[in-house]
């Protein structure tokens, strides 16, 4: 028995792709699934970014360290929670199941740019009394180190700010590791 596959020429291909026309069948044009849930909306970065270049003081006073990080891996899994933080809830954050309410894109800053525009994030986070955010900070390799720089760094800024009860990387759907859930700390709380 012959198990070599028919390679279609372009007279098949014509063929096909014009029965597919007439039974009504469209291109794609997103590669995103459709859930029927609504996204929530990502955070507008040109008045963010307003906000961080009048206060200049982020500068000087920020939480989050500019020194030295442990290097990550692009596709390495982050995760972080505080010791007493429930089981449950970490594992719902870690699947997915915590809907996050707003989220920061972190692609084309420049590390202190990322850190200021992090910090007034998590800032504003809280202040809006949100449970859970996400970030994408990308998985590209810095052009100056051989590590992926806003990924190790936020890895490092996040353990460091005192609101983040928890964050892991997301869902395939959300980002995969180039991005992370952060559940923040509920209003009221030390």
Known sequence: MNRRRHLPDDEDISTFRQALEAAGVRRITTNRANTGKPRPQITDKAARRKAAVENQTLNTTGRTSDGRVE??????????????????????????????????????????EARIELESFLRDA?????????????????????????????????????????????????????????????????
Not at 127 to 149: E, S, Y
Not at 166 to 190: E, H, M, N, W
């Open 71 to 112: 290097a990550v891996r692009p596709s390495e899994y982050l995760e972080f929670s505080v010791p007493d933080l429930p089981w449950r809830t970490l594992n719902q954050l870690k699947r997915g199941q915590t809907t996050w309410q707003a989220g920061l894109d972190l692609h084309g800053y420049t590390l202190e």
């Open 126 to 190: 809280a202040a809006q009394q949100l449970r859970c955010v996400i970030v994408v900070h990308g998985k590209a390799w810095g052009a100056t180190a051989d590590f992926p720089i806003l990924k190790s760094h936020t890895n490092t800024w996040l353990r460091e700010w005192p609101g983040v009860l928890a964050f892991c990387s997301a869902t395939d759907v959300d980002g995969g590791t180039g991005a992370v859930y952060i559940l923040l700390r509920k209003p009221g709380r030390g």
